[in-house]
């Protein structure tokens, strides 16, 4: 995503009424893009190994964030798969994330973007 492109997944605005200050959204869009950054690739790793309650922890942690910071039509789907990891078959969750990922990724990037940070994608090709 290029800076002069909008934002599909994040939204400052919601963030701005949420928190009601840029220091606070800063801050906590900092943390955002640790988490995200730290948890996606964990969230992988338990649902390939079929540890669908591991995964389960942190998608949870994940839809307490997602309203705060997310348009509308992704908080529904974390939402959606953290509710399905609570009772689904590992397989049918691991389906679920795998098309939640690249979406919470882009996400990331979007942060990333708003907060002047380097994009993973630059980042790969040093």
């Known amino acids: 995503m290029n800076s ?9 605005d919601r963030a701005m009424d949420f928190i009601g200050d840029e220091a606070g ?9 640790q988490t995200l950054g730290d948890d ?9 190994a079929g540890d669908v309650q591991s995964a389960n922890f942190l998608l949870h942690q ?7 910071f997310c348009v509308t039509p992704l908080v529904d789907r974390v939402v959606e798969v953290e509710h399905l990891s609570k009772a689904g078959a590992a397989s049918e969750v ?3 994330y795998q098309v ?12 990333a ?14």
């Open 4 to 12: 002069s492109t909008a934002p599909q997944y994040l939204s400052v």
């Open 25 to 33: 959204v800063r801050t906590l869009l900092n943390t955002l893009h």
């Open 40 to 48: 996606l690739p964990r969230i992988a790793a338990h649902l390939d």
């Open 62 to 68: 994940l839809k307490g964030f997602a309203p705060v």
């Open 94 to 96: 691991r389906a679920a």
């Open 100 to 111: 939640l990922a690249p979406q919470l990724a882009q996400l990331r990037e979007e942060v």
């Open 113 to 126: 973007t708003h907060l002047g940070l380097p994009s993973d994608s630059a980042q790969a090709g040093n």
